[in-house]
């Protein structure tokens, strides 16, 4: 379409010629409307024009119709053609569009000392799919878990387990990491229950908390005990749940606090934090509060303390400078919205953000319960993560069980394992990120719909048929196309435009609702067009298909973090 436009109109050559996807034919364009408009032409005559120019060895057929819009059908030669090239490309046809940009992904972000919870699903799967999807556009991905390592609460948790010895033991003896950062729960629990109620004990962990950040050596000895078994703990639920973060990954909140002092200092010395009772705060000039006054960031509190605000500003400004970001992205819940407008604002301000640098607050919605209500236990407690992975598996394993019960158990167990996960999974992210979604396990788990179980059952369906037929021999671009082949192929050809729609939006369910897309098109070919008693050159053209469908609902179930059995 744009060499048709440079055609009949050169001066124009900058023009966008936006191309979809229509029900009308295989594409539309709308691109004669935009141009007459600035030509000062009818639409219909320079539609015509540009039809005319089209190339004949890619498109069969043109119809300009309505105001303008040209419905364009391919030709088939072409749409094998790409089929074939597709085939023949490791990176089915999908363009590199993120090279040499780094990208630093803040998420998943627990909290030492404390298990990990169903708050923590979105953030660690959504996350975790934008990692692998900038990583595949070639991006120099930065993954950035910022772990809850820091401040009052571990002065707390110490000074309880230095008073209560009996409660504690030694690291080396705490077995699994299940079963140990259970029992630090606990202990924190406990803590924060004293510290509430007695406030000597408060005032000794106070002064544990400055003993810690004075790096008194018994103190730190304790804390590098605990961080190092929760992280062992985390490690052991991003095994299982196949996420990419990894221990280099794990950057705490304790790795800025020498920064803290230079990061306010600096913001003193633009002028961008100003002193107020005895504090330092930034205050917005974007962004007021309900009694119409400037929204308050507390750069350092009025005791000199640092808090939640000064360590983001760390960071921000670390990420940037540092680490040299060119784009940056935080995956938190929308409730920390206006949190981090305030830290973008004063990052500007400050100078280290610029134009050339996009910041976004990759924000989602709430998990609900079957009540429609933030997801709780039955007894109103916080939903342990991997309680909720063992029932998803759980519920799996019988599903898959009961519709194969020849499956040896060993691979049972597999397959049990990644449905299980990818139900989870595919329930979080086939969801507008944005929107709240509830937790039904008998839906995510079903083998019909939307479901990562459907997907993964789609693919290896697929994979079945070709293990009957084989491999395919070269695709004859010659032969002519049915009409559910050329249904399937074209929405294969939409693979490359989902990924780049995902790197620009932020928005995982684009691509999950691709691959569902895909796999009812490719039900709708193999129940059309036989394969395996087909003639050549059909067949081994339909065997093409059935492997660029495999290969491409493998590859974009694994940019969702989601695994793709060959048999279930």
């Given at each position: ?44 005559g ?75 699903l ?50 080396a ?69 196949g996420?990419l ?26 002028g ?8 330092v ?22 005791d ?67 009540d ?10 916080t ?78 369906r ?85 492997l660029?469908?495999a ?18």
């Amino acid at each position: 379409m744009s060499e048709a436009i440079v055609r009949v109109r050169p001066d124009m050559a900058d023009a966008d010629p936006v191309v979809r996807r229509s029900d009308r034919a295989d594409f539309q364009s709308n691109a004669a409307l935009p141009l007459a408009k600035r030509a000062g032409v009818p639409p219909v005559g320079l539609g015509g024009e540009l039809a005319r120019c089209l190339d004949t060895e890619v498109i069969a057929e043109v119809e300009v119709s309505g105001p303008g819009f040209l419905n364009i059908t391919l030709a088939d030669r072409a749409v094998w053609a790409s089929v074939a090239a597709r085939l023949a490309d490791d990176r089915l046809g999908v363009p590199v569009t993120e090279e040499h940009r780094r990208v630093v992904i803040d998420y998943s972000a627990p909290n030492v000392a404390k298990e990990m919870h169903v708050g923590h699903l979105r953030t660690t799967i959504i996350g975790d799919s934008l990692a692998r999807i900038f990583g595949f556009l070639d991006a120099d991905v930065v993954r950035a878990n910022h772990l809850g390592d820091w401040g009052t609460q571990f002065g707390m948790l110490i000074q309880y387990i230095d008073e209560h010895p009996e409660s504690y033991w030694h690291t080396a003896e705490l077995g699994s990491g299940d079963s140990s950062v259970s029992a630090l729960d606990r202990l924190y629990k406990a803590a924060r229950a004293l510290f509430d109620s007695d406030a000597e004990f408060a005032d000794r962990a106070r002064t544990r908390v400055v003993a810690l950040q004075a790096g008194d050596p018994a103190t730190v000895a304790r804390w590098r005990e605990i961080v190092a078994e929760s992280e062992r703990a985390f490690g052991a639920i991003y095994d299982r749940l196949g996420v990419l973060l990894t221990p280099d990954d794990y950057v705490g909140e304790s790795f800025y606090n020498d920064q803290l002092d230079d990061t306010i200092a600096e913001l003193v010395g633009t002028g961008v934090a100003v002193r107020s009772e005895g504090a330092v705060v930034v205050l917005s000039e974007q962004v007021t509060g309900p009694d119409d006054r400037p929204a308050v960031l507390m750069a350092r509190k009025r005791d000199g303390g640092y808090g939640y605000d000064s360590t983001d500003l760390a960071t921000i400004r670390y990420r940037i400078t540092a680490l040299g970001a060119d784009r940056l992205l935080y995956v938190t819940d929308s409730r920390q919205a206006l949190h981090f407008r305030l830290i973008f604002e004063t990052a500007r301000r400050a100078g280290w953000l610029t134009d050339e640098i996009r910041v976004d607050h990759v924000s989602y919605g709430t998990i609900l319960g079957p009540d429609g209500k933030p997801f709780k236990t039955r007894a109103g407690g916080t939903v342990r993560l991997l309680d909720l992975l063992d029932e998803a598996e759980a519920r799996v394993r019988a599903i898959v069980a009961e519709k194969n019960p020849e499956l040896p158990e060993a691979e049972l167990d597999v397959i049990s394992r990644q449905a299980g996960i990818g139900a989870v999974k595919y329930a979080d992210l086939s969801t507008s990120r944005v929107k709240d979604y509830t937790f039904d396990l008998d839906r995510m788990t079903a083998l019909n719909g939307n479901t990562g179980v459907y997907l993964q059952y789609a693919h290896a369906r697929v994979r079945a048929i070709l293990r009957r037929t084989g491999t395919a021999g070269e695709v004859d671009e010659r032969a002519p196309l049915a009409p559910a082949e050329r249904a399937l192929a074209l929405v294969l050809d939409g693979y490359g435009t989902v990924l780049a729609e995902v790197a620009e939006t932020l928005e995982p369910h684009r691509l999950a609702s691709y691959l569902y897309d895909l796999a009812r098109t490719c039900t709708g070919f193999y129940d059309a067009c036989p394969v395996a008693t087909a003639d050549e050159p059909v067949r081994s053209n339909r065997i093409a298909l059935c492997l660029l469908t495999a290969r491409t609902l493998e590859m974009g179930l694994g940019q969702l973090g989601i695994a793709a059995p060959h048999r279930m």
